[in-house]
T-cell receptor, first 112, second 109 residues
Framework: ETGVTQSPTHLIKTRGQQVTLRCSSQ?????VSWYQQALGQGPQFIFQ???????GRGNFPPRFSGLQFPNYSSELNVNALELDDSALYLC???????????FGPGTRLTVL | AQRVTQPEKLLSVFKGAPVELKCNYS??????LFWYVQYSRQRLQLLLR??SRESIKGFTADLNKGETSFHLKKPFAQEEDSAMYYC???????????FGKGTTLSVSS
């Protein structure tokens, strides 16, 4: 068991609302990366945090934002939800950005 | 552009048959490539990475820079190999993994 946990497991929101997804990294892992996985697609990189600073960002709009805390937990916030935001959101942790990434089980977000 | 292409959505083979899951990439420079696997009801996990040159669960993958490929192979498929397989490339910034769309491998007896 890798030890990366995510909450909640499932979430239903309506268009225009805001959502916060949470991730708890393995102890000692200073890097967390977030991915969006739409149905039938591979995971797509949203952003990465290393030692509480953003360390890279994919092709996602600013309404996708994140935070990383000193206790190895992190958040993904999405404002002004759109129907296309419906997806599985994965977090992955690693000791440093170059190390193997360990994935959590994901949060399934449905936007109605 | 950095891109990973997995041309097959589904690959069905019989137990004991050879398996080859195709992966092609687009990248400038020396790529770092991975295969990830997701078994039913389990999370995504690393199967192998080209720099370690290991054989995991009988699977191997060789980087072919001339053909820009990183195909995953196993000589004799087992039913427990049935899963979703993703090929991935580390981006040039060294931060993100770029995934293909995945191939479902179905092994039947």
């Amino acid at each position: 068991e890798t030890g990366v946990t995510q909450s909640p497991t499932h979430l239903i929101k309506t268009r225009g609302q805001q959502v916060t997804l949470r991730c708890s990294s393995q102890s000692g892992h200073n890097t967390v990366s977030w991915y969006q996985q739409a149905l039938g697609q591979g995971p797509q990189f949203i952003f990465q945090y290393y030692r509480e600073e953003e360390n890279g960002r994919g092709n996602f709009p600013p309404r996708f934002s994140g935070l990383q805390f000193p206790n190895y937990s992190s958040e993904l916030n999405v404002n002004a939800l759109e129907l296309d935001d419906s997806a599985l959101y994965l977090c992955a942790s690693s000791p440093t950005p170059e190390d193997e990434q360990f994935f959590g089980p994901g949060t399934r977000l449905t936007v109605l | 552009a950095q891109r990973v292409t997995q041309p097959e959505k589904l690959l069905s083979v019989f137990k004991g048959a050879p398996v080859e899951l195709k992966c092609n990439y687009s990248y400038s420079g020396s790529p770092e490539l991975f295969w990830y696997v997701q078994y039913s009801r389990q999370r995504l996990q690393l199967l192998l990475r080209h720099i370690s040159r290991e054989s995991i669960k009988g699977f191997t993958a060789d980087l072919n820079k001339g053909e820009t490929s990183f195909h995953l192979k196993k000589p004799f498929a087992q039913e427990e190999d049935s899963a979703m397989y993703y090929c991935a490339l580390r981006n040039q910034a060294g931060t993100a993994l770029i995934f293909g769309k995945g191939t479902t491998l179905s092994v039947s007896s």
